[in-house]
């Protein structure tokens, strides 16, 4: 492989191992984030089972239940998304590599 090429494809999967830094960055932090409203929606969902009371029940629903429902399920849907992200630009890394092993292999022989 030419000079030029090894040069452009190294510098080529730098740039995509700092997006995937990037992506694990915001990854962790999506996940931490996941956490308290899985227990926020869990403590609001146990209190609406232990209350007899209609409009009790519907005004935590109304200040809790439902917006906490709604942030961790969009919550989980980021993080669906970050993890094919991280997926798709392994496979650019590990194409990348692989060619470059190859090429490696065929200098050697």
Wanted: charged share 40%; glycine share 0%.
């Amino acid at each position: 492989m030419e000079e030029h090429v090894k040069k452009s494809l190294e510098q080529w999967r730098d740039e995509i191992c700092e997006l995937l830094v990037e992506i694990d960055k915001e990854y962790e932090e999506i996940k931490l984030e996941l956490q308290v409203y899985k227990y926020k929606f869990s403590i609001t969902k146990q209190v609406i089972q232990s209350t007899v009371n209609d409009e009790l029940i519907r005004t935590i629903r109304e200040l809790y239940h439902t917006p906490f429902e709604q942030k961790f399920s969009q919550l989980k849907a980021d993080i669906q998304d970050l993890e094919e992200k991280k997926k798709v630009f392994q496979m650019f890394v590990d194409k990348i590599d692989k060619v470059k092993g190859r090429e490696q292999d065929r200098v050697l022989s």
